[in-house]
């Protein structure tokens, strides 16, 4: 076709199509729009600018015209007649090399899969997603967002389609905290935790739990960053003390385990009650004091104290001074007992053996290896067959012929 026919062919359509687009007659549109398909494939027109520039201004507005009739219309045989304008514009277009235009011709028409097939071919994704928007196709259009890196556009999608998760993921990818803060209030809290987590962003996570007051949870979730002073300022938050307590030790913040320690013993010193303020003073490793406020009138409580804290020095002092008041109250046992602790079991298994407690006086007689003294105990209890070996270790022929005869006449007895 020369361009002298080809001129008139499409002068004469543009022509045929003014009346019926302005009148909105769809109908009448469809011969002038396929006698200009028919001649543009038959010349093999390169593009809309290949063509005379006169002709080519009267074309090109005839079919922005006709394409902008995008909306539905009333009446069913009216609509079939609108979409029907914009498969002949989609064919136009394809046949300028024009494949957007086709594109948005065929969605216009309500072939949204051809549509994306075109765009697909072309390349051009994000027509592809700007389409399914249209459609209110969400997730989809947030799929094809996310593939291309376009994390804000695709959390916006994601958002309308009703995926929580999926929006909050990919605002976080974004980098856009102030975008994900709204987000993660409005998130159920299961979501946003492991969103956050997942995104390794801490400190949002921290934020948000903080405004919701979540400080059990945040104090669990430091430990396991291996936060110990941010775990005991949640503990504390979250009136855990002796939680808080232990955290500020493991952060080397004695200082501060110190200060909820006092907290936690003033009331019962308040209200006089020092025993159990000593007890809770031991429970947080205090010995010392914990000691100090009992060694008068508890002070068996006071000498183990000392002792766990490692104190040898206060205790042995204790229990000497204890032995000492009890030997002149006339209390031999107690004397005893605390001889014991103070490592002189020769004068604790003096007084037990006084007091007629001869099994752990002969027990300590044994320790010290006074064999004559433990065998002389166990010959009063009646265990004559132990005394007889402790009488043989000192050479006493004596008194093991006597334990002998001893053990003869019980034998015979029974």
């Known amino acids: 076709m020369d361009a002298r026919t080809l001129e008139a062919e499409l002068d004469g ?12 007659d769809f109908a009448s549109q469809h011969e002038p729009l396929r006698r200009m398909s028919s001649v543009l494939g038959e010349a093999h027109v390169a593009g809309i600018g290949a063509l005379e520039e006169r002709l080519r201004g009267r074309v090109f507005t005839a079919l922005l015209r006709a394409g902008r009739q995008t909306s539905q219309v009333e009446g069913a045989d009216r609509e079939i007649a609108r979409r029907r304008v914009h498969e002949l514009l989609a064919q136009i277009w394809k046949a300028l090399g024009d494949e957007h235009r086709e594109a948005a011709s065929l969605a216009a028409a309500g072939r949204t899969g051809s549509a994306v097939s075109v765009l697909r071919q072309a390349g051009t994704w994000d027509d592809i997603a700007t389409l399914y928007e249209k459609e209110n ?16 556009d695709a959390a916006r999608c994601h958002k309308a389609a009703g995926d929580v998760r999926s929006a909050l993921r990919c605002l976080l990818r974004a980098g856009d905290d102030a975008a994900v803060r709204p987000a993660v209030r409005e998130a159920d809290a299961g979501i946003a935790e492991a969103a956050l987590l997942k995104a390794g962003r801490r400190d949002l996570l921290a934020e948000w739990m903080e405004e919701r007051g979540q400080w059990t949870r945040l104090a669990e979730l430091r430990e396991g960053w291996r936060d110990a002073a941010g775990a005991a300022a949640a503990w504390e938050k ?31 010193l308040d209200r006089g009650d020092a025993e159990d303020a000593a007890f809770k003073l031991a429970h947080f490793g205090l010995f010392e004091r914990a000691a100090g406020l009992v060694a008068e009138k508890r002070p068996e409580h006071a000498h ?33 007992a605390w001889h014991e602790k ?63 005869a001893a053990l003869a006449v019980r034998k015979g007895s029974s």
């Open 304 to 336: 183990r104290w000392l002792s766990q804290g490692g104190l040898d020095e206060q205790a042995l002092a204790l229990a000497r001074r204890e032995a000492r008041r009890a030997q002149a109250r006339g209390r031999p046992q107690d004397a005893a």
């Open 137 to 152: 196709r969400w997730a989809e259009a947030a799929r094809l967002h996310e593939e291309h890196g376009a994390h804000a």
């Open 13 to 24: 359509a543009v022509h045929a199509l003014e009346k019926p687009l302005t009148a909105g």
């Open 342 to 404: 103070a490592g002189e079991q020769a004068l604790a298994a003096e007084l037990w053996e006084k007091s007629g407690h001869l099994l752990k006086a002969g027990t300590l007689w044994e320790q010290l290896s006074r064999w004559d003294a433990a065998a002389l105990c166990c010959e009063k209890l009646g265990r004559l067959d132990r005394a007889r070996e402790l009488y043989a270790r000192t050479g006493d022929a004596a008194s093991v012929a006597r334990v002998e």
């Open 238 to 268: 979250a009136d855990r003390p002796e939680k808080a307590i232990a955290a500020w030790r493991k952060a080397r913040r004695e200082s501060e385990a110190l200060r909820l320690i006092e907290a936690e013993v003033k009331p019962l």
